[in-house]
């Protein structure tokens, strides 16, 4: 890790959800378990469709009698939307406040001491390397803080940061109302809870843990050369991904795993704009003995 390095964020909002019912409400709706946070504690999850897939992912952060998520800004008024209509009777309030609030990453080794003081911080709960999330007012101005890089310099630092981990981002990585959470990596990123009772779409969610391959997933891939966002990765003439975020020659891509397996069994290279990339292998490793672990399993038979 290096000195603290800050980014502002200019494409996240901020909704808020106060009141004595918020926590019940968001309990019953979203995919991890908030139940018990303290003050300053956030929890990774998303509000899926009753399908299972994704409309919305965010951070749910405590904050006096409720709640901030940070959320994308262009589905923060959809969000809050959204959750008007599970509102019914309970005693919430719902607003979006994204004008309030500047939204920023901040990680490095000085990180708790640059976003001491500065606002609403709390750590990424995905992975420990992504650092802080800090909510600032708007008229803070952090270009030229001490140990930090320069704010309209850093949102391409932090997206380099997201790939090196493999972490994937809802509207760039994944698309909404398309993607289960597995697909996303949310079992593998602390966004959904197995334990926490039921959630609008949690039939689904289970079912898919406990007796489906995933074989789709946001992976890490690379290359020896520059790889271009939105394109597509094909094997031969066959679409089998697509590129999201990228950074130079690493990239994260929506992939489906069997048939890079497939790939990799023919000895077929996979190629994105005519380069040949690599997927992950920690993910394919991960994709391998679950293969394994479902070939193995017993055929029921009809009694």
């Known amino acids: 890790m290096s000195a603290a390095k800050i980014a502002r964020l200019a494409d996240r909002g901020v909704v808020s959800v106060t009141g004595p019912d918020s926590e019940k409400l968001l309990q019953g709706l979203v995919t991890n378990d908030l139940e018990g946070l303290a003050d300053g504690e956030a929890r990774h999850a998303a509000l899926l469709a009753p399908q299972g897939k994704i409309l919305f992912d965010f951070f ?61 911080s709390f750590p990424d709960p995905r992975h420990p390397a992504l650092g802080l999330r800090l909510f600032a007012a708007p008229d803070k101005n952090f270009s030229t803080p001490d140990h930090a890089e320069p704010e309209s310099d ?41 334990t926490k009772g039921c959630f609008v779409g949690q039939e ?47 990239a ?26 690599t997927p992950d292998e920690n993910a394919m490793s991960r994709y391998r003995s679950a293969a394994t672990a479902r070939s193995s399993q017993p055929t029921r038979t009809p009694s």
């Open 204 to 250: 689904v969610v289970a079912r898919m843990q406990n007796k489906t391959l995933v074989r789709k997933r946001a992976v890490k891939i690379s290359a020896n050369a520059p790889l271009e966002a939105n394109c597509e990765i094909l094997l031969g003439d066959i679409p089998v991904g697509r590129i999201g975020t990228a950074d130079g020659t690493h």
């Open 60 to 120: 749910a952060v405590r904050h006096g009698d409720g709640y901030l998520l940070d959320v994308a800004l262009a589905k923060a008024a959809d969000l809050a939307k959204r959750l008007a209509m599970y509102k019914l009777r309970a005693d919430v309030t719902i607003t979006d406040v994204s004008d309030s609030f500047k939204v920023y990453a901040v990680w490095g080794d000085d990180s708790k001491k640059l976003a001491e003081g500065r606002g609403i």
């Open 154 to 194: 850093s949102p391409l630092a932090y997206d380099a940061l997201r790939i090196e981990f493999g972490i994937p981002e809802g509207g760039k990585d994944f698309e909404f109302g398309d993607a289960y959470p597995h697909e996303a990596d949310f079992d593998l990123l602390n966004g959904v809870s197995f």
């Open 252 to 277: 994260i891509a929506m992939l489906r795993l069997d048939r890079v397996l497939d790939a990799e069994e023919k000895n077929q290279p996979l190629t994105a704009g005519g380069i040949a990339i």
